[in-house]
Structures are given as C-alpha cells and as structure tokens.
C-alpha cells in the first residue's frame, strides 16, 4: 500500500471518527448542559433528538450531493460545516439554540460517514478492500463505544462545552488533509426529486422521533407519537410507490436492493441494532444504575469491549484477502451469543472478572461481524455508485441503531413492570417471607419503614431479573441472525467488478 490511500484514509477517518462520536460523547454530559441551559430533563434529550432526527433526514442525499458538487468538494462542505456548528453548539447559551446547532451539526455530520465509506472503497483496490472497511469499521465501531468514557472525562476535569470543542482541531486537521490528499469524483448533472426528498424527510424524521422518544412517552399512548406514526407511515409509503412508480429521476434508486448481497447485509445491520447498539446502552445503565458504579468507571469497565473490537478489526484488515468475509461473520455471531449469554448469568454481586470478559467477547463479535458485512454490502456492487449506496447504507446502520436502542429499552422496562407486579403481591401482612425478611431488622409489616424496605427489594429483585431477561433477548437476536448468512452470495475471486446494479 502506497502513501496515498494512507493519507485518504487518515483524512476521511479524522472525519468519521468526529461525526461518530458525537452520537455518544455529549450522553453522560447532558445533566450539567440542563443545568446550564436552565432545561429540564425531558426538554435536555432534544439535544440528542435533534441531531439523529437530521441525521437520518440527510444521509440519503449522499449520493446526489456527491453527484452535483463532486466528492471532495461535499467532503470539505461537510467538514468545515461541522466543525463551525460545534463551535456553536459549545457557545450556545440556551437551550433553543443548542437544539438549533445541533440539527445543524447534524445536517453537515449526515454525509461524513457514507462519503468517508464510498472514498475508502475507491482509494483501496477490490481484492484490498476488506482492509479499506477495517481501517473504516475501527472509526464507526469504536468511537461511539469510547465516547462516554470521554465525554465524562472532559465535563469532569474541563467543562460540557469541551464534548463540542474538541471537533475543533481534529475536524481542521481532516480538512487540510482531505484538501490535500482526497481525490475529487467527476460531476454529474442530476436533478434533484423535491416529491421524494420531502416524503423520505417526512418519513424518516417522524420514525426517528418515535423510536427517540417512545420509551420515554409510553410509546402509543402519547397522542403525538400515534400521529408521528401515521405521518411516518404515510409519508413512507408514498415514498416508495412515488419511486418505483414515477417517470421522474429517483432521489435515489431502489433496484440497488435488488442485490441479493447489499439487502441481506442490510438486514442484518438492522439486526444488530438490537444485539450490539441496544445491548450497549442497557449494560450503561446495569454498571451505572444497578450496580451504582460512577460514569467515568462504568466507562471504564465497558473500554475493554471497544479494545477487543479494535484488535479485532486489524486481524480481520490483516487477513481479508485470505479468509471469506461470510465465515469471519460466522465467528463473530458466535463470540457475540458467548458474550450476551455470559451476561445472562449475572448476579448483584458480579466481579470485574465477570464484567470484562464478556465485554470481550462482544468487542470480537462486534469487529469480526460489522468489517466483513460492510465489505460484503459492496462486493457484487460497482463503484460507480459507491456513494449512494453507502448512503443508504449508513442510514439503514443509524435505523437498525435508534429501533434497537428502542426495543431493548422497552423489553427492559415492561419486563421490570411486569416482574414488580407479580412480586409485589408478596408485600402483605400475612406474608411469612416478609415477617422473616424484616425480622433480622426488628421492624414489622405495620411500621412504614419496613414496607419502605420491603418495596425497594421488590423492586431491586424485579430490575435484576429484568435485565437477564433482556441479556436473554440479545442473545436470541444473535442466533435469529444466522439463517440470514445461507443467503450470502460469495463472488469468484478475479471476477469482474460489476458494471451495473441489475438487470432491468
């Protein structure tokens, strides 16, 4: 590998790796920014919505964009716009205008991950490409995974502001290399689809804010996500048929799904949300909240997955020309249900042993399955349209994420509901476990504090039998996963790149 592909990469993941972490690094800082912004608890988690929302909404203009301005000018735009509107977010002084920059971090930030994926394919030649997705997969696996470890970090030794500052000198870093170094892609003329851009912005930003917010809201029975869901729906709908249908330039082309590759990898990319993204939140809240472990050590204890997947992903760059991308995927399932599986059989009084090593085995999981399904998304597709499809791609990446996250945190809290209903019958006068249970304490089932108690350990008992039944769900997740390899489609080795997405 010559200089140049190096220094493309360095500059494109510079990029990624400031867009990715943004996604996790600001979370364990938004108790501080509500108190600065003078924001309550629920208002403070628009600053995140906000930012997915645009997020999902631009991504699939990756393709066009890339088309009319040329890759390496979109690229520049896309930096220099980041950077500026982290500057502003670390400046704003109210929460209105924190949720303003940050929809606008998030319109710039949509584009850096798609576009850095389509310029490392092209930089890498086809049989180094599996290289090119590790270098690719260490930014977007391993970013997000150290961000809380350092976003408390710096709100505890600087300020919260410092989450947005630091893009500062890595994005102008990645901006004078990309200046440099990034090779620019012929313009197309291309109109743009206004019918299928609005409906697809409709659509998605109204699911985003409903998977964003259902927990929080109890899903349906909020009246604004019943008509979030119709309008997303609606819109959704429209999209696909307008599309299909139309006689005009599609916003995108949907036949890029017709590769049997590209759509299996994708639905299994939707399939890890739950297992990888879901699961990675609910063991935030089980080290923070159950075990009452401090932000900054639960970080910690969660580093050692991140580590793992980052050795792993320079085993699988080493070896990618030599082993098929399929049996890679294969172990990594397998290291990913050893992982959750371990997990299942915690207790309250669960050592750092027991902590890490599943950690571990959920790090070579996570890099021996996200690398090879990325570089078997593109295999059997041409590069000429590279960019569009690692558009569409890294949106259906961010989906599979947010409906994870949300899934998981429901399992989680209906199975904590659930459990407490059924326990919590035992707290009555007549109950003999509970006369034994406070009888060490010489309190009795009349006096308040005993039922106090009482109610606590039910609900201690309920949380913990919750979080293995949602250990459990991750651990299916991964063995519904495996079917979904027979259908994989492995190209000859010297095969000719393919020059169109299907035959029409």
């Known amino acids: 590998m010559n200089s140049k592909p190096i220094l493309v990469a360095i500059a494109v993941m510079a990029a990624t790796i400031m867009q990715v972490l943004d996604t996790t690094i600001i979370n364990v800082a938004l108790p501080n920014m509500a108190g600065q912004l003078d924001a309550t608890p629920d208002n403070i988690s628009w600053v995140l919505t906000s930012y997915l929302i645009a997020s999902a909404i631009f991504m699939p203009l990756t393709g066009y964009f890339t088309d009319r301005l040329g890759q390496k000018r979109f690229l520049l735009i896309c930096i220099a716009g980041f950077v500026v509107t982290s500057a502003l977010c670390g400046m ?182 739950i297992g990888f993204f879901g699961g990675m939140v609910l063991q935030s809240l089980y080290l923070q909240n159950f075990l009452g472990y401090p932000t900054f050590d639960a970080g910690l204890y969660m580093a050692p997955r991140g580590l793992a997947s980052l050795l792993i992903m320079i085993i699988v760059g080493k070896f990618s020309g030599k082993v098929q991308p399929r049996n890679f995927v294969l172990v990594g399932i397998f290291c990913s249900i050893a992982g959750n599986y371990l997990m299942t059989r915690f207790t309250g009084d669960v050592t750092a042993s027991e902590l890490i090593v599943p950690m571990i085995f959920q790090g070579f999981g996570m890099g021996l399955i996200f690398v090879p399904i990325s570089t078997l998304a593109f295999t059997t597709l041409p590069k000429t349209i590279a960019a569009e499809a690692a558009g569409i791609y890294s949106l259906i990446r961010t989906f599979g994420s947010a409906l994870g996250i949300s899934i998981i945190a429901t399992y989680f809290s209906r199975s904590t509901q659930e459990n407490w209903a059924l326990m919590r019958g035992e707290i009555t006068p007549y109950s003999e476990t509970l006369h034994q249970y406070l009888a060490p304490l010489h309190l009795g089932t009349q006096d308040t504090q005993g039922i106090a108690l009482a109610a606590r350990a039910v609900m201690y008992q309920s949380q913990s039998i919750a979080y293995i039944d949602s250990f459990w769900f991750s651990t299916l997740n991964f063995v519904f996963m495996l079917p979904l390899l027979l259908l994989v489609r492995t190209p000859a080795k010297g095969a000719p790149a393919p020059t169109h997405v299907v035959a029409d």
């Open 92 to 273: 704003a002084t109210s929460l209105t205008q924190m949720v303003l920059f940050r929809f606008l971090q998030g319109v710039f930030g949509a584009s850096l991950v798609p576009l850095s994926q389509s310029i490392m394919l092209q930089a890498y030649p086809g049989e180094q490409r599996g290289k090119a997705m590790a270098i690719w997969g260490m930014g977007v696996m391993v970013a997000p995974i150290l961000g809380p470890t350092l976003g408390g970090w710096l709100t505890d030794v600087v300020s919260w502001r410092w989450t947005f500052y630091i893009n500062l000198p890595v994005g102008i870093a990645s901006l004078i290399l990309a200046l440099r170094h990034v090779p620019d892609s012929a313009v197309k003329a291309r109109r743009m689809d206004w019918f299928g851009f609005t409906s697809l912005a409709i659509g998605i930003g109204a699911i985003q804010l409903v998977l964003d917010r259902g927990n929080q809201d109890d899903w349906f029975s909020s009246q604004t996500l019943i008509f979030a869901t119709i309008i997303s729906v609606c819109s959704l709908l429209f999209f696909f048929i307008y599309t299909i249908t139309g006689k005009h330039h599609p916003l995108f082309d949907l036949r890029i799904f017709k590769d049997r590759n590209f759509l299996v990898a994708s639905l299994i990319m939707t399939t890890i949300g």
